[in-house]
């Protein structure tokens, strides 16, 4: 079995240092991406550079970063992380990058004058240069890449047939003309040892260059190298920048349930395997704190749930085809169409009923004397349910059943659906519909700094 690279940046940069404020979130399903046509430019030297956090499906399939003249791919698939030279030259890691909680920094560097072979194209994952390939073949000395080459299109998040991204991307950099190394793009922290963004805007970019970081809600294919070679957006609107990036990442939802099909960056739920139901929860629990985040229910026709389960339940993990949220000791969750609460698979309260288009509300205090979740529906509190199970943590949660169709979005303080309601928590983060309760947080990094 290959070795497997489980953890990444979870994005807990300290306040102060280097920030990066958005993101763009790619869907697969939705044929996102970013083009432009490029003009000659060196043909054997470039570097490139992204921050990514992966929303996988199950099989972690191919997920295209950036191609370059038709052939030239940057891509990881079933999480090895590849390139493909269009030339007949690929390097593929041995070690797989398939954390979906965690943002890793790719980055490939190029110098096909450099007369060692194996220095002609250099791979990174957070500052660690790769050396152990499953398969490798570098370009012959001074070889020409397809890539700078005039009239051909480079595109993010594509190849120039139908391989699409499935991810957040922030801090995207392509330089022409120069090989240069990972500690150009990020640093290590002195304390944590954790590998993080660094400003790249002094940056010579050459001919070709950009650097896309996402912050122009109305114009996403910005570059903002000084270069103004400005991506076409492709299937991406204002909704899909995201306020979740290395160096504050927000919580979603866990791509490694097995029985969901998992859209919107990991924010969307919806049935999609065999058996009867499927669970998926958030990939930040809390043990401590009081927590605050929103769902939409897109598609109500036969009972989705919603509420929390234990970190270390069955929930948190691979389902099987029975579970569902609030069946267990140490799992709650409401019932939208009747709005019984299930806990131990019996009804312990009922609160009001939720149908198509409402916004679920959800409030987790593990900080009073008595542990409560309290429910909102656009905006009004319909119930307080009491916790009386006492286990290491939770994390927000939902069930859809198999009959019927059913989807679920959450935000955790970006959602992936239009939202006008400009609420943010008492740290500045989040849009939410209401008002966040006094006292209660969106779940991402830096708030649960303040519990480090």
């Known amino acids: 079995m290959l070795p497997t690279i489980a953890t990444g940046n979870v994005g807990s940069a300290l306040a102060g240092e280097y920030e990066v404020a958005n993101s763009l979130r790619f869907n697969r399903a939705s044929s996102d991406y970013l083009s432009r046509t490029q003009t ?66 790719f980055c490939v ?31 012959s000395e001074d070889e020409d890449l397809n890539m700078n080459v005039n009239s051909e299109t480079f595109y993010i998040s594509k190849s120039a047939g139908t391989s699409y991204g499935n991810y957040y991307l922030a801090e995207v950099v392509w330089v022409d003309g120069q090989q240069l190394d990972a500690d150009q793009f990020g640093e290590f922290d002195s304390d944590t040892n954790i590998w993080k963004p660094i400003d790249v805007s002094g940056l010579t970019f050459g001919n070709n260059g950009f650097y896309l970081d996402f912050e122009n809600s109305g114009s996403l294919g910005a570059d903002v190298s000084g270069n103004s070679n400005n991506f076409t957006v492709n299937n991406l609107t204002s909704v899909d920048q995201s306020a979740s990036t290395c160096t504050n990442n927000e919580a979603t939802l866990n791509s490694l349930s097995s029985n969901s099909t998992f859209s919107e960056g990991n924010l969307q739920n919806a049935f999609g395997g065999s058996g009867s139901f499927a669970t998926a929860s958030s990939t930040i629990g809390v043990t401590q704190g009081k927590w605050f985040c929103e769902l939409k229910i897109t598609v109500d026709t036969n009972y989705p749930s919603t509420g929390i389960c234990a970190t270390n339940s069955s929930h948190a993990t691979r389902l099987s085809s029975d579970d569902w949220l609030g069946r267990t000791a140490d799992s ?18 009922t609160f009001s009923s939720i149908a198509t288009n409402d ?94």
Not at 116 to 129: D, E, F, H, L
Not at 332 to 349: A, P
């Open 40 to 105: 000659s430019g060196s043909r054997r030297k470039a570097t490139f550079s992204a921050w990514v956090k992966g929303a996988y499906p199950s099989s972690y399939a191919e997920q295209m970063l950036m191609s370059s003249g038709g052939n030239m791919n940057i891509y990881w698939d079933s999480g090895s992380f590849r390139i493909n030279t269009g030339t007949g030259d690929y390097a593929y890691s041995t070690a797989l990058f398939r954390d979906p909680s965690a943002w890793y920094n």
């Open 332 to 349: 709650y969750g409401i019932y939208t169409t009747s709005g019984h609460i299930y806990n131990n698979g019996s009804i312990v309260s």
């Open 109 to 139: 560097a190029i110098d096909t004058e450099q007369s060692t072979a194996s220095n002609r194209i250099k791979m990174y994952v957070n500052g660690t240069q790769i050396t152990s390939f499953t398969h490798s073949s570098y370009p």
């Open 359 to 452: 916004i679920i509300g959800m409030a987790l205090d593990l900080d009073s004397s008595q542990n409560t979740l309290k429910y909102y529906k656009n905006g009004s509190l319909i119930g307080t349910q009491n916790i009386t199970t006492n286990v290491n943590g939770y994390m927000f949660a939902s069930t859809n059943q198999s009959t019927g169709t059913t989807n679920t979005k959450f935000n955790f303080g970006s959602p992936p659906y239009s939202e006008s309601g400009g609420n943010s928590d008492g740290n500045g983060y989040g849009n939410f519909s209401m008002a966040v309760p006094s006292g209660y947080f969106a779940l991402n990094t830096k708030n649960l700094a303040e519990y480090g």
